[in-house]
Antibody, heavy 122, light 107 residues
């Protein structure tokens, strides 16, 4: 079955760009019927939806982060990526990638990776 | 954004207990409410979508109810593997938003 795995640096300096990759296994990222999401969770806090990509190029971002976020797809590697620019300590969180299936609608990420901790610190 | 408020934030219960967690939306979301379970160090797992539809493979002791702004997740007979944190999520309106979580601990 489909599985997702996040990867990337665990430590990023303030003002730099956070870059994470989600590798999809057990299925193709190019089906054109799935939504590929990023969600984050600061320690001790709730979950925040960051954004998603659909059909390799249609993106939608949380307005609270929109000016700093880019989500893209690399179909040759069956991966999708997150870039968050100008990070501060407030961006320290566990970052999850997740798949949403078209049958559930575009705003329900129902299959998640295990998450990766990113700390913003000098 | 729609605010999702879960209660309680934590509870202690014993194996075999009936447990109910509530989730309130700041505005109506029809039936577009999902529940997730997260065990420590694990990925969140989807349990229920559309308020009351169980995902494939989810035990029938889990059930969901509600509509509009008030929703509930009930575990009819708590099992050892159910001790975890539970989150609700609305997917009626953009952006999707989550509740703060309810941690179910062993009494």
């Amino acid at each position: 079955q489909v599985q997702l795995q996040e990867s990337g640096p665990g430590l990023v300096k303030p003002s730099q760009t956070l870059s994470l990759t989600c590798t999809v296994s057990g299925g193709s990222i190019s089906t054109g019927i799935d939504y590929w999401n990023w969600i984050r969770q600061p320690a001790g806090e709730g979950l925040e939806w960051i954004g998603r990509v659909y059909n390799s190029e249609s993106t939608r971002y949380n307005p609270s982060l929109k000016s700093r976020v880019t989500i893209s797809v690399d179909t040759s590697k069956n991966q999708f990526s997150l870039k968050l620019s100008s990070v501060t300590a407030a961006d320290t969180a566990v970052y999850y990638c997740a798949r949403g299936e078209q049958r559930f609608g575009e705003l329900l990420p129902n299959l998640w990776g295990r998450g990766t901790l990113v700390t913003v610190s000098s | 954004d729609i605010q999702m408020t879960q209660s309680p934030s934590s509870l202690s219960a014993s194996v075999g207990d009936r447990v109910t967690i509530t989730c309130r939306a700041s505005q109506g979301i029809s039936i577009y409410l999902a529940w997730f379970q997260q065990r420590p160090g694990k990925a969140p797992k989807s349990l229920i979508y559309a308020t009351s539809t169980l995902q494939s493979g989810v035990p029938s002791r889990f059930s969901g109810s509600g509509s509009g702004t008030d929703f509930a997740l009930t575990i009819s007979s708590l099992q050892p593997e159910d001790f975890a944190t539970y989150y609700c999520q609305q997917y009626n309106s953009f952006p999707p938003t989550f509740g703060g979580g309810t941690k179910v601990e062993i009494k």
